[in-house]
């Protein structure tokens, strides 16, 4: 994940299509036409969310602590646009938006809870073996048996 996907990940809340804002328009009469702009612009919206959320998920290891507050971050606005399955007449736009909070909301609950339970580590680039005792940060992937 790059800064740029990050910073765009961090849009402000008041540019954020929202479910809200598609019941405005329906209550002002807008045209079929209006609300289905609308409508396609949260499902690009959620699309970009998605896109970041995997991006993050595949470079993990890079950064850790990173992914998880950026992962935690695109659920809050997941959240504060209320979009669900219900806002889209498409089986597939609905499909993919379950799938999406899903796929966010397991990841993000991942790495909080491997944060909470100290396995983020990083571990530093190094060509000699650990001495004993020594301090380091990793990023535990898997089962720990």
Not at 99 to 115: G, N
Not at 133 to 138: C, L, P, R
Request: aromatic share 4%; glycine share 4%; proline share 3%.
């Amino acid at each position: 994940m790059n800064v740029h996907g990050v910073i765009q990940s961090m849009q402000p809340l008041s540019t954020i299509k929202t479910a809200r804002d598609v019941r405005v328009l329906r209550d002002a009469n807008a045209t079929p036409e209006e609300v289905l702009a609308l409508v396609r612009a949260i499902r690009d919206q959620v699309f970009h969310f998605r896109q970041t959320a995997e991006a993050l998920v595949a470079k993990v290891d890079r950064s850790p602590r990173l992914c998880a507050g950026v992962l935690l971050l695109i659920e809050q606005r997941l959240r504060y646009a209320q979009v669900s399955y219900e806002l889209f007449d498409e089986i597939a736009d609905k499909e993919f938006v379950v799938e999406t909070q899903r796929y966010i909301s397991t990841h993000t609950s991942r790495l909080l809870s491997l944060r909470a339970a100290n396995a983020l580590l990083i571990i530093e680039p190094g060509t000699q073996p650990l001495a004993t005792g020594s301090q380091v940060e990793a990023l535990l992937v898997g089962d720990v048996r």
